[in-house]
């Protein structure tokens, strides 16, 4: 399972922040939206999470907020001028198609 670039979007509908301190505010809550393609089923899905964002210089920390889903979702993130490298990492729900395992996915974007 490959997951597309992610897209994330605050819930007010406002852009993404803009680096013009070195590094931007991100922190706050967000709206995490991503699609996977699942070849078992032969379709496309989307994930979607509201999440919790820290911010301490360059990095970033994200956490799904409890309830928002039921995959728990974190990301350990790098940013780095306009590219955010880093880990995202989520627990798949116990009943659902992939059965609580575990994915972790090194990117950029």
Do not use: K
Request: charged residues 20%; proline residues 7%.
């Amino acid at each position: 399972m490959e997951p597309s670039p992610s897209e994330v979007v605050a819930p007010n509908g406002e852009p993404a922040p803009q680096p013009g301190n070195g590094y931007g505010n991100y922190s706050g809550v967000w709206l995490s939206r991503y699609e996977y393609f699942s070849s078992g089923r032969d379709t496309t899905f989307t994930g979607r999470h509201y999440v919790v964002v820290l911010q301490h210089g360059n990095r970033l920390t994200v956490r799904s907020l409890p309830g928002s889903s039921d995959s728990p979702l974190t990301m350990d993130l790098e940013v780095d001028r306009n590219v955010i490298t880093g880990t995202w990492t989520e627990r798949t729900a116990e009943d659902g198609y992939y059965q609580a395992r575990g994915t972790t996915v090194r990117f950029s974007c």
